[in-house]
Nanobody, 128 residues
Framework: QLQLVESGGGLVQPGGSLRLSCAAS????????IGWFRQAPGKEREGVSC????????NYADSVKGRFTVSRDNAKNTVYLQMNRLKPEDTAVYYC?????????????????????WGQGTQVTVSS
């Protein structure tokens, strides 16, 4: 069974940090582009960051540039999102998603917010 499982969410104060993990099971992430997306209540899903299959290319939403860093460890079949200097407006459910690299680019994946496989999401709440 193909599955993506996010972890690492929680409650953090403004200015704090969290690291989200996305672990795959049932398939290898090696040949997949990975995206991190978020959705806050009453808002549309947003593409936060996407990373290519090798990790050689990344992109970020303007709202998180300089604060978030995406990375991957294909040997561990896991992708990470390091989130620093968190703001209340970063509060959302964060999802990771994967698409075979032959089907899409990371630019398209993040812009269209589409993917072949999705995780169940992890809540991130930034509040004092």
């Amino acid at each position: 069974q193909l599955q993506l499982v996010e972890s690492g969410g929680g409650l953090v104060q403004p200015g704090g940090s969290l690291r989200l993990s996305c672990a795959a099971s049932g398939f290898a992430l090696d040949y997949h582009n990975i995206g991190w997306f978020r959705q806050a209540p009453g808002k549309e899903r947003e593409g936060v960051s996407c990373i290519s299959s090798t990790g050689g290319s990344t992109n970020y939403a303007d709202s998180v540039k300089g604060r978030f860093t995406v990375s991957r460890d294909n040997a561990k079949n896991t992708v990470y999102l390091q989130m620093n200097r968190l703001k209340p407006e970063d509060t959302a459910v964060y999802y990771c998603a994967a698409s075979p690299m032959m089907l899409t680019t990371i630019q398209t994946m993040c812009a269209l917010k589409t993917a072949a496989y999705w995780g169940q999401g992890t809540q991130v709440t930034v509040s004092s």
